[in-house]
């Protein structure tokens, strides 16, 4: 149980860790990409409104524009002077008017020209073909394409990408290992109360055990010589009924603490032969048990409580059962486990009160007394059973029939 809750807020803290790692991954990436773009951009804007062409004779150069006070000078910028532009000049007609490529051992003018003329064609002013940032403008006579290479901000980006995968990696692997000794810390002070809480109980019925056994050994003895005496046969009713929920405890108690001993055993064989003294039972009641069991399905575990545990889950179906009806007792091998399951007709069992059904001393109906001898244990038991041997056991609703299923490894 706290083995698993102690997963439970590692779980917890380590999703929230990594959503704020990619989260904030996300953001970094995503601002960084935009801010190079778009001053990439702004760069390739500016110099394409700069750009004269080398023979002004053949078409007049534009007057040159008023500078933009508030618009940004990347003109201004070491980024600006470092980078590589490319152009071409193609004026109304189609022809080339110039190309400009100063690093014609990456991008060859003929390149240049088809992606221009490409770009001639579609509507877009501004984007990224073939790595490649890109902008067109009318020069009034022609029509210029500006490039810039787009190589050097998609691989800074990969190295930020990179570098944050792999130290962020680092950092939620530490901080894995911060959060299992966390929820060790937080887990802890509940252990130590549970356990004291167990040992109380065990302590307690140990020490209940005696003076009940002595209590109903006079009464029995005062029953001999005051026949008939009602409060004396309430004493014993009582006494009785202590005993029953002192064992009961004490049993629990036993399941929990007390190492397993195992030995390998024929667990269809053990189911069946459980199943006998029960058929007579469940007749008596109204209650017909069919059987389901597949043969030689052996599991490691303990006898005594496994023959214990079946008990449960049949007395459990006979006493909360429609009567009149059938309870299915089933025993198969599924995925490595051999699943138990006892079937019954019965009233609605809330889906929010299924997993409460093997809480201590729980009862779906808050009514219900104790004087039948049963007090809301049994489940309990049967739970601790099935835990210690690393197994599950989950409770169903549906359709009117309520189905306990223990899956045990096999």
């Not at 991954?25 to 778009?38: D, G, K, Q, T």
């Not at 984007?127 to 800074?156: C, H, P, Q, R, W």
């Not at 909360?320 to 019954?344: C, F, P, R």
Request: aromatic share 10%; proline share 4%.
């Amino acid at each position: 149980m706290f083995k698993q809750s102690r997963r439970k807020i590692v779980a917890a803290i380590m999703s929230v860790l990594v959503l704020l790692w990619v989260g904030t991954l996300a953001v970094i990436y995503a601002a960084s990409y935009f801010e190079m773009s778009e001053q990439n951009k702004g760069m390739l804007q500016e110099h394409a409104e700069r750009y004269v062409l080398s023979q002004p004779s053949v078409v007049p150069p534009p007057p040159r524009p008023e500078p933009d006070m508030e618009k940004p000078h990347y003109s201004d910028m070491p980024a600006f002077q470092l980078s590589t532009f490319y152009t071409v000049a193609i004026n109304y007609e189609g022809e080339i008017l110039e190309i400009k490529n100063p690093q014609q051992s990456v991008h060859s003018n003929d390149e240049l020209e088809a992606l221009a003329r490409e770009l001639a064609t579609a509507e877009k002013q501004t984007g990224v073909k073939n790595d490649l940032v890109y902008y067109v403008l009318d020069k009034d006579g022609y029509m210029l394409f500006a490039f810039k290479d787009n190589t050097i901000i998609n691989e800074s980006m990969d190295t930020l990408f990179r570098y944050t995968l792999i130290f962020g990696g680092l950092a939620i692997v530490l901080l894995f290992f911060v959060a299992v000794y966390l929820a060790r810390r937080i887990v802890k002070p509940l252990e130590e109360s549970y356990q004291k809480q167990k040992q109380f109980i065990s302590d307690a019925g140990h020490e209940l055990k005696t003076p009940i056994s002595v209590v109903s050994t006079n009464a029995e003895i005062l029953s001999r010589e005051l026949s008939g005496n009602k409060w004396l046969a309430n004493i014993q009713y009582e006494t009785e009924r202590m005993g029953v929920l002192v064992t009961q405890l004490l049993e629990l108690s036993r399941v929990e603490n007390v190492p397993l001993i195992t030995e390998q055993i024929d667990f269809s064989r053990l189911v069946s032969g459980e199943a006998l003294p029960f058929e007579s039972m469940a007749f008596e009641n109204g209650y017909t048990i069919r059987c389901n069991i597949d043969e030689n399905i052996t599991v490691k575990g303990n006898i005594s409580q496994l023959k214990q545990l079946v008990s449960i889950l049949l007395d459990n179906a006979i006493r909360h059962g429609e009567k009149g009806t059938d309870i299915q007792l089933a025993l198969k091998a599924e995925h490595g486990y051999a699943s138990l399951s006892v079937t019954n007709a019965g009233a609605e069992i809330p889906a929010e009160k299924q997993d409460m059904l093997f809480e201590r001393f729980y009862r779906v109906d808050s009514a219900r007394t104790s004087d039948d001898g049963h007090y809301g244990l049994g489940l309990s038991i049967a739970k601790a059973i099935t835990i210690s041997h690393g197994g599950k056991i989950s409770a169903h609703y549906h359709h009117g029939l309520i189905e306990f299923k223990v899956q045990i490894p096999i």
